[in-house]
């Protein structure tokens, strides 16, 4: 995986890194109120190295490693259980097994001194224990350092004890930072498992990685209940969702220059994915332009682009692939949109793969043509019906519809490979369903459509409103 895919992963699942952050702050901080509070009392000792007998003017290697075990001798056997028992007995309060478990010790620099440490939940007790601990040691050092003629103790006090007025336990710090930073292993976890499990493309960063590439043009959520409402293209000319539907007129006619392309067949993997509204709002744009455009509802089980444009869907293409009717100016409905017309489906007679599949087709087909400059044909999902296939046979070239959150990598995969081996080419992806975000910086931009097999032509991609079916 690139750097960029690593930045764009996190980016996408930073709204649950923050969240499981602050959640992670605040249970460091709660479980750090539930927590005793600890006081530390230290006291600094340093061993009495004459009554081990290594008072030599001039001490050789072995005198001073034997001074050297001698010294953690005594500081481990400070901390033995009979030693901590008679200390424990001293002070109320407190057992020898709780004393065992707070008392420690600790070097003091590259020096012959220790500290013996001792917290406690009472400062004061803290105190009294690490005294107790060196009070009880020197009481039982004789019999435990097996020298019962030495006449002065074996530790030496250098600093009494003392414990500092801050408790020393809960370590706030620690335990918030820990916790933020097991929330975020937990959010990156989750993001990563969803992205593993889940198969829908979110993003256009998902689209490139999932084998997709840069979309020709990315569209959003588009405001309205009905197909009519969604017409962005006719009912606000001027919005930035108007704009990207826009944008496809650059590539047509950036691509106009090498090829000639009037037959434009809309397609998607899938049912529901904004390939007729995509459809609708294209034509538009285009006939907004002053060309003169037909749009064509080749989508014969479940037509809908006569709602778009309020218009009635008795007679159309249908009733032309059927051979019930041989003239098409009457079935070319006049809309709105001036330049633009619409080509209804038809009440369907027969199954449309048989019309579709018929040798009218390319007849009707070769009409259009001398009619409009430009066809925009909606077609049935590709991967639910053989319609599709044949209709894509006749047309010079496709745009392919994904919308964000609904198409699936196998989908997307599927289609591809079906356009590849049919060899039906295909200008690119309208990626619809868009979440907008802020502009990312050009090393995070995902690569042109893999789906294209037309020369590249703009180098940029408008994000705006939302996009049905």
């Known amino acids: 995986m690139e750097l960029k895919n690593y930045l764009l992963f996190v980016w996408r699942w930073a709204w649950l890194i923050i969240i499981c952050g602050l959640i992670g702050a605040g249970v460091g901080y709660a479980y750090s109120q539930t927590q005793p ?43 033995v259980r ?25 070097d003091v620099g590259k020096t012959e001194l220790f500290l013996l440490t001792v917290q406690d939940t009472d400062r004061q007790r803290a105190v009294v224990l690490a005294d107790a601990i060196v009070a009880s040691f020197q009481a039982l050092e004789r019999d435990l350092l097996d020298n019962p003629y030495a006449q002065d103790s074996s530790l030496i006090v250098v600093d009494p004890a003392y414990a500092k007025r801050n408790p ?31 198969t829908r493309i979110g993003d256009e960063g998902d689209l490139d990685r999932r084998g ?36 496809f007129r650059l590539h047509l006619d950036a691509l106009a220059a090498t090829s000639q392309l009037q037959l434009i067949a809309v397609i998607s993997a899938a049912a529901r994915e904004g390939r007729s509204v995509t459809a609708a709002n294209l034509s538009v744009a285009l006939a907004q332009t002053g060309r003169r455009v037909i749009l064509v509802d080749a989508n014969l089980r479940n037509p809908i682009l006569h709602t778009f444009f309020n218009l009635p869907n008795q007679g159309g293409l249908s009733n032309l692939l059927s051979g019930t009717a041989q003239v098409i100016e009457p079935f070319l409905r006049v809309t709105t949109q001036p330049g633009l017309y619409l080509l209804t489906a ?12 018929g040798s009218n087709l390319e007849k009707v087909l070769t009409s259009l043509r001398q009619y409009a400059e430009i066809i925009i044909i909606d077609s049935a999902p590709l991967l639910s019906f053989a319609d599709t296939t044949l209709l894509l046979r006749a047309v010079d070239t496709t745009l392919a519809v994904v919308r964000s959150g609904q198409t699936t990598e196998s989908e997307l995969r599927q289609m591809i490979d079906l356009l590849r081996q049919t060899d039906i080419p295909c200008m690119g992806i309208a990626f619809n369903g868009v979440k907008r975000r802020w502009r990312r910086f050009p090393l995070l931009a995902p690569q042109r459509s893999r789906l294209s097999t037309q020369a590249p032509v703009a180098n940029r991609s408008e994000i705006v409103g939302e996009v049905g079916d």
Do not use: W
């Not at 009979?82 to 407190?94: I, K, N, T, Y």
């Open 37 to 79: 509070r600890l006081y530390a009392a230290s006291t600094m000792l340093m061993v009495n190295q004459d009554q081990g007998n290594f008072a030599r003017p001039s001490p050789t290697f072995d005198d001073l490693r034997a001074r050297e075990r001698y010294s953690l001798t005594v500081r481990q056997l400070l901390l």
């Open 82 to 106: 009979p030693v901590l028992e008679r200390a424990a007995s001293m002070v109320e309060g407190v057992t020898a097994a709780q004393l065992a478990v707070r008392a420690s010790t600790a």
């Open 168 to 198: 020393v336990s809960p370590d706030y710090a620690r335990n918030i930072t820990l916790s933020v930073f097991i929330a975020i292993l937990i959010a990156l976890t989750i993001g990563f498992l969803y992205d593993y499990f889940n």
């Open 212 to 247: 997709g590439g840069r979309p020709l043009v990315a569209i959003g959520k588009l405001k309205g209940a009905s197909p009519a409402a969604q017409l962005v293209t006719l009912n606000d000319p001027t919005s930035p969702e108007a704009e990207a539907y826009r944008m």
């Open 346 to 357: 038809g009440n369907v007679a027969g199954l449309p793969s048989q019309l579709l599949g």
